[in-house]
């Protein structure tokens, strides 16, 4: 991004993804693959965290950038709609509801640039003492597409600001030795296991899970709407089955939306990029690719590979995976 900026140039979301990606490897492993996944899903990547025990935490993302088109007043087009689409649904609803798909969470990767680009954005609060446009790590972050839809509504041409506000840098999700501090949720009655996942320090996937959640609960603590008890439906595979179904402000039961996408093992598509073989038709024909960052709580690797099944199928190879039952989000 900053040598895009020294020449002068904007970056694009797609070719950011590109560099973001190689540069992370080996240390990673991506499977790229060539569709028109965004007109209908609103989505570019699934990102997934997965530990040595099989824990993991997925993430249905979209990659946006923080841009200053103006000068003046700084964004995040949350509210754009993708040309062809007949229904002219906003792409924050669309990639909400794609994420129910995979069972996943939905969230946005932002491209923020470096702290000179950023030297003019107008947010008064701080991070541990720190300028919030001053903050190191945060020009590639992540946030839940609840903080998203929770700005576009509350803030309006704000938004862009207010979510940059709420991002975590994406290198400390997952990677920061520094212990999380606890989440005293709102809701009453939890069960003791999902208690101590929020109160206690977390490693690898569970922390990358408890981090995308932080910004959401402390946004729902101040929301006066009474919290609900009711339970939702389990979701098969979740590494915690009962989540309360409130929703506060949110469009769907928050808890339960960012923790399904934390699981007691890795997915059956997960497993094909990690085991060399093709994920299923209804994966690769509805996303850009599978970046998967394994041993999540370990030191950077020696060693990796990189999976690009979008060039090199391999034939004959059965998939861990079962199609879900639905062909559409």
Request: charged letters at 25%; a negative charge.
């Amino acid at each position: 991004m900053t040598r895009r900026l020294d020449d002068g140039h904007m970056w694009m979301e797609t070719t950011a993804t590109e560099l973001f990606l190689a540069t992370a490897s080996p240390r990673i492993l991506y499977a790229e693959f060539n569709s028109d996944h965004e007109k209908e899903h609103g989505a570019d990547w699934l990102w997934c965290w997965v530990d040595r025990d099989g824990t993991t935490f997925c993430l249905l993302v979209q990659a946006k950038i923080l841009k200053n088109p103006d000068g003046r007043r700084w964004r995040i087009d949350f509210g754009y709609k993708t040309r062809g689409d007949e229904a002219r649904r906003p792409q924050i609803a669309k990639l909400i509801a794609a994420s129910d798909r995979y069972e996943a969470a939905a969230a946005y990767v932002l491209y923020c640039g470096d702290t000179e680009y950023r030297a003019t954005l107008e947010c008064d609060r701080r991070h541990d003492g720190v300028a919030c446009r001053e903050r190191e790590r945060v020009g590639v972050s992540a946030i839940s597409a609840l903080v998203a839809e929770n700005a576009v509504t509350y803030y309006g041409k704000d938004a862009g600001v207010a979510a940059f506000h709420a991002a975590v840098p994406v290198e400390d999700i997952a990677g920061s030795d520094n212990l999380d501090t606890p989440i005293v949720p709102l809701t009453r009655g939890l069960p003791e296991d999902l208690v101590r996942f929020l109160r206690q320090p977390q490693r690898g996937a569970r922390r990358a899970a408890k981090e995308l959640l932080r910004p959401v609960e402390r946004i729902r603590m101040g929301q006066f709407t009474t919290a609900v008890l009711e339970r939702t439906a389990p979701v098969t595979g979740a590494l915690f089955q009962d989540l309360p179904a409130d929703r506060g402000h949110f469009s769907v039961p928050y808890l339960a939306h960012v923790l399904r996408g934390l699981r007691a093992k890795a997915p059956g598509y997960v497993r094909d990029v990690l085991e060399g073989r093709t994920p299923p038709a209804w994966v690769t024909d509805h996303l850009a690719g599978i970046i998967v960052i394994t041993d999540a709580d370990a030191p950077p690797a020696a060693g990796g590979q990189v999976v690009d099944c979008g060039r090199h199928i391999v034939e004959d190879q059965a998939s861990s995976t079962v199609a879900p039952d639905s062909e559409e989000a």
